[in-house]
C-alpha cells in the first residue's frame, strides 16, 4: 500500500471511529431496536470499520457478512474482530447492487449511514431483499434530506416508498433526537414481506 493510500486509510477509519459518535449514538443501543437471536445470519451493508458488524457478531452464533466496497476498510475491520476473538464475521468486498450471497440466506440486514451513497437505490434495495429470508428484519440508518444537507442524501419518505416498493414492510419510523455529523438522522425496521 503506498503512503497516499495508507494516510487516505488512516483519515477514513479516524472519520469513521470518531468517538463522539460512537458516544452519541452507541451500536448497542441502535441494535437494541430489533430482535437478534442466537443463530441469525446477519448482513452489515457499508460495514465500514466495524461499528454494527462488531457488536452483533457478539449477539448471535450465526455469521455477520460485513459488506463493503474498500477492501483495505474491511481488512481492518477483520483485524478488529480477530482481535476480539470473534470469529463467526465474514468480509465481502462487494457492491449493494450485487450481493455474494445465496437468497433467502440473513434473517436480518442492517444498513447504517450508507444508503445514501448507492445509485440507483431502487436495485440495492432488491438485492438486499433478495438475500433476505422471509419475514426478515431491514434495520436502515441514515441522514434525513434538509435544505441545507450537503452531499447526497434521501428523504425519509423516499426512502419508505423504496422500501415498499423493493418488497417490504415498513413496522417502524424512528426520528432520534440526537445528531451525528451534525445532521438528524432517521431509523426505518422493516420487514421483508412474506
Known amino acids: 500500500m503506498t503512503k497516499n493510500n495508507q494516510d487516505n486509510l488512516t483519515?477514513?477509519?479516524?472519520?469513521?471511529?470518531?468517538?463522539?459518535?460512537?458516544?452519541?449514538?452507541?451500536?448497542?443501543?441502535?441494535?437494541?431496536?430489533?430482535?437478534i437471536k442466537r443463530a441469525d445470519n446477519i448482513l452489515d451493508l457499508g460495514a465500514g470499520t466495524g461499528y454494527l458488524?462488531?457488536?452483533?457478531?457478539?449477539?448471535?452464533?450465526g455469521v455477520v457478512y460485513?459488506?463493503?466496497?474498500?477492501?483495505?476498510?474491511?481488512?481492518?475491520?477483520?483485524?478488529?474482530?480477530q482481535l476480539e476473538k470473534l470469529t463467526n464475521v465474514?468480509?465481502?468486498?462487494?457492491?449493494f447492487a450485487h450481493i455474494p450471497l445465496e437468497d433467502n440466506t440473513t434473517e436480518i440486514a442492517l444498513a447504517s449511514i450508507?444508503?445514501?451513497?448507492?445509485?440507483?437505490?431502487s436495485d440495492a434495495l432488491k438485492e438486499i431483499n433478495r438475500v433476505?429470508?422471509?419475514?426478515?428484519?431491514?434495520?436502515?440508518?441514515?441522514?434525513?434530506?434538509?435544505?441545507a444537507s450537503s452531499g447526497p442524501r434521501?428523504?425519509?419518505?423516499?426512502?419508505?416508498?423504496?422500501?415498499?416498493?423493493?418488497?417490504?414492510d415498513i413496522i417502524e419510523k424512528i426520528f432520534p433526537a440526537i445528531k451525528v455529523a451534525n445532521e438528524d438522522l432517521y431509523m426505518i425496521i422493516a420487514q421483508k414481506q412474506g
Not at 460485513?66 to 474482530?81: F, W
Open 114 to 121: 450508507s444508503l445514501h451513497e448507492v445509485n440507483p437505490l
Open 11 to 35: 483519515r477514513k477509519i479516524n472519520r469513521l471511529e470518531n468517538a463522539e459518535r460512537k458516544n452519541n449514538f452507541p451500536a448497542e443501543d441502535v441494535l437494541k431496536l430489533i430482535s
Open 132 to 147: 433476505m429470508t422471509k419475514n426478515g428484519t431491514f434495520l436502515c440508518v441514515e441522514f434525513e434530506k434538509k435544505e
Open 53 to 61: 458488524t462488531l457488536p452483533a457478531a457478539k449477539q448471535t452464533d
Open 90 to 95: 465474514k468480509t465481502l468486498e462487494a457492491s
Open 66 to 81: 460485513a459488506l463493503d466496497l474498500d477492501g483495505d476498510i474491511l481488512n481492518y475491520l477483520d483485524s478488529k474482530a
Open 154 to 168: 434521501v428523504h425519509s419518505s423516499v426512502m419508505e416508498q423504496e422500501l415498499r416498493n423493493a418488497g417490504f
